[in-house]
């Protein structure tokens, strides 16, 4: 069983940015793939950033690529993603997740899910 636990959500204005962390526990994070998702109110949760464990491999959502960044360090079993730029559009829920795959870029991929963090960015 593997646990997630997401911070450094906050209030930012456009233009700025924010790091999230994810904390990971249980489980082989060194064999995990990681994934971040976000969902804005009414609508879908969308994909951001997925790394796998192979190589630390990246993909993007188109409308967050040269922007966002995802990293993660396996001695601290740790997630990150380093947001710069931020957009209005950007404001959403934030949620981490790990899958036993390689890597996954969709949803259903995904067998455990943080609690989420939130991130607003104001006009």
């Known amino acids: 069983q593997v646990e997630l636990v997401e911070s450094g959500g906050g209030l930012v204005q456009s233009g700025g940015s924010l790091r999230l962390s994810c904390a990971a526990s249980?489980?082989?994070?060194?064999?995990?793939?990681m994934g971040w998702f976000r969902q804005a109110p009414g609508k879908e949760r969308e994909f951001v950033a997925a790394i796998s464990w192979v190589r630390n491999g990246t993909v993007y959502h188109g409308s967050v690529k040269g922007r966002f960044t995802i990293s993660r360090d396996n001695a601290k079993n740790a997630l990150y993603l380093q947001m710069d730029n931020l957009k209005p559009e950007d404001t959403a829920v934030y949620y981490c997740?790990?899958?036993?795959?390689?890597?996954?870029?969709?949803?259903?991929?995904?067998?455990?899910w943080g609690q989420g963090t939130q991130v607003t960015v104001s006009s």
């Open positions: 249980g489980g082989t994070f060194s064999k995990t793939g």
């Open positions: 997740a790990a899958t036993e795959r390689p890597i996954s870029l969709v949803r259903r991929g995904y067998d455990y």
